[in-house]
């Protein structure tokens, strides 16, 4: 086993900052109420202002008064910690997420899969940086030592465990994860680095510091193993961003969205599933949200096709009221099985798919809008086509069924609804053709067909009821 | 000179009031005096071609049939933006299209020529049919690059009022009835035949 850790030492401002687009303004985070509220963390461009950890608001306030104060959640910083635990997922079947801003994963069995440690380790790196996330990430053999060397030697990685012990061993006890005091009376026996520890009787060490530590101490070295709990993915997607201002611009609302949308496209890669189904809310101060669902005809997870098809969606949209929060939730996610390309593709270099066009077409003009069409057996025109609207990936179906050989000849163009002939009637080229049908669901029909020529020479479908001598009803044209 | 002309010439951007021009790749209209009037032999592939029909029913879509059985498949269909009626399968297959590959968008017409656009530019269309009624010169500019740029082929088809509006598309033709013909009033690439083509029998 190989065990990577990933830590994150700013997970509650990354959660926030993550979704500013003015990340470099000075920015802290606070907890309590009224006159007790202290800072738990301050941003780079904070601490330039002499804003620290654990100073009450009002002194920060009263240091520099521009700056952005955000109540820290750990709801939101859980919530945060479960999606990156979604996210690492794709990377290794066993995550554990049980200790706080950090993940561990086992990585060796994905080593094939990745090619080795050093490209993986580049990967989560390039993925986290994208994400927006500060990380330290080391690597070692049993989860605890891994932990211990992500946070003493970040980009550390450790193969074998004689130069586990090695590295171990120069670590000061400071670092080793022990709890304060039984750091603190170590360092009063004189004892500073681990290597020190390592070598002492086991027995009478354990005397010393108490059974707890001295399992942790097991546990570094691989003495002693950990049963881990595992992360399980969940089957919905459920994210909230708090917005930084109350907006009714669309425009200030799309980098949220994106943000919002490219977690979710993570997510969905993460699980290798797609999206078919889901729905944005925007949270208002008052009242209900204002929702939006999408819903794709085949799973997709690209970021740039989610977000061009949310934008669309949005921009039809009109927001009654200012939106403090931005809310996906989709509990639909089927597999996702991508578009079949040519490897000799001759086709121009914006082309798109047509499965990403009809997503584009539906929401800019509503879900029904593109549609095939099959013939449907029935000798009433109305009811003789169906429209189809599925995915054209599962149109590897029959062909349709033959039209009956012996019909006469069908218009191309059908009028739904038959209407006055207005036209003055040249004259009649064929018929009549009886088309009588439908008694037994209650669209009883009984007409008379004739192919007419107007005096205009186009060419009419038009009937006449059975047994009848009124005006010509138009029901298509040959065109 | 001739290795500035000659790539002019060949794709029909540059014509010589003499001689034939060079067959080019084109789609067969399936209508044999059609396709030998036409300078590519056919219905020009990424441009647009407009039909002119002065009403419904007159054989606007009987010109168009033969060339669109033999497009669309899978990935690739024949996109119909915003037809005037709906088209009846029966007849659809009976002229050899296969439904499978056939996409309708229904919307409006200020929403159409956006559709129209769209699918022209994706390249993910074998063909697209608009039914503009009121376009703009602009709009029928960007429909015609979109077309350019998408490698697709775009069929307009218009009212015959709109005959002498200004046009980008690389082929026109106008049907007339009584007694039934077309009339290629633009070609590009090559001269429009004077005389108008015979469509009675076609029409049978």
Known sequence: ?479 | MSAILQPLIENGRLWRGQGTAPRRDALPTGFDALDGVLPGGGWPQAALSEILFPADGVGEMRLLLPALATLGREGCPVVLVAPPYLPFPAAWIAAGVDLRFLQIVQTGEHDAMWAAEQCLRSAACAAVLCWPRQADTATLRRLQLAAETGQTIGFLLRPTATAAQASMAAVRIGIETGPARLRVLKCRGGNPPAQAIAFAALAA
């Open chain 1, 1 to 479: 086993m190989q065990w990577a850790c990933i830590s994150f030492p700013q997970l509650a401002l990354d959660d926030v900052l993550r979704q500013r687009s003015d990340g470099a303004a000075p920015l802290v985070l606070f907890e309590g109420t009224g006159s007790r509220a202290r800072l738990c963390a301050a941003n780079t461009a904070a601490q330039h202002h002499g804003l620290h950890f654990g100073q009450s608001l009002t002194a920060a306030r009263a240091l520099y008064p521009r700056v952005h104060a955000v109540e820290h959640g750990p709801a939101a910083v859980e919530r945060c910690h479960d999606f990156l635990a979604a996210w690492a997922y794709r990377y290794s079947s066993q995550v554990c997420r049980t200790f706080p801003q950090t993940l561990l994963l086992e990585v060796r069995a994905s080593f094939r899969l990745f090619g080795g440690w050093p490209a993986l380790q580049a990967e989560l790196r390039r993925e986290l940086a994208a994400l927006g996330f500060e990380h330290r990430i080391a690597a070692a053999p049993h989860p605890h030592a891994a932990m211990v060397l992500a946070g003493a030697r970040d980009g550390c990685a450790i193969e074998d465990a004689a130069h586990l012990l090695d590295a171990l061993g120069t670590l000061p006890v400071g670092r080793s994860g022990l709890d304060v005091s039984c750091v603190e009376s170590l360092q009063r026996m004189g004892l500073r680095r681990l290597r020190q520890l390592f070598v002492l009787p086991r027995a009478e060490l354990g005397k010393r510091i108490g059974a707890q530590a001295l399992l942790h101490l097991d546990r570094l070295r691989g003495a002693a193993t950990h049963a881990l709990d595992f992360y399980q993915p969940p089957d919905v997607f459920d994210q909230r961003v708090e917005l930084p201002f109350n907006t009714s611009s669309h425009e200030s609302l799309l980098f949220p969205l994106r943000r919002l949308l490219r977690d979710f496209s993570a997510f969905l890669a993460g699980r290798d599933g797609g999206a078919q189904r889901f729905t944005l809310a925007f949270e208002h101060e008052r009242g209900a949200p204002t929702e939006i669902r999408i819903g794709l005809l085949a799973p997709e997870r690209d970021p740039e096709l989610l977000f061009a098809i949310a934008r669309a969606r949005l921009e039809r949209t009109r927001l009654r009221e200012p939106v403090c929060g931005l809310r996906l939730v989709s509990d639909e996610l089927p597999p996702f099985t991508p578009a079949r390309r040519d490897l000799f593709d001759t086709r121009p270099q914006q082309a798109v798919t047509w499965e990403a066009l009809r997503e584009r077409l539906r929401a800019r003009l509503g879900e029904q809008a593109v549609h095939g069409l099959a013939l449907h057996p029935d000798h009433r025109p109305e009811c003789a086509w169906r429209t189809r609207a599925e995915s054209s990936r599962d149109t590897s179906t029959s062909r349709d069924a033959n039209v009956p050989p012996s019909l006469p000849p069908r218009p191309t163009w059908l009028l739904t609804r038959p209407i006055l002939l207005r036209e003055r009637v040249e004259r009649i080229l064929a018929g009549p053709e009886r088309i009588e049908s439908g008694w037994w669901d209650g669209a009883d029909m009984r007409r008379d067909y004739y192919v007419i020529e107007t005096a205009s020479h186009q060419r009419a479908w038009a009937f006449r009821p059975a047994d009848d001598d009124g005006p010509f009803m138009l029901q298509g044209w040959f065109a």
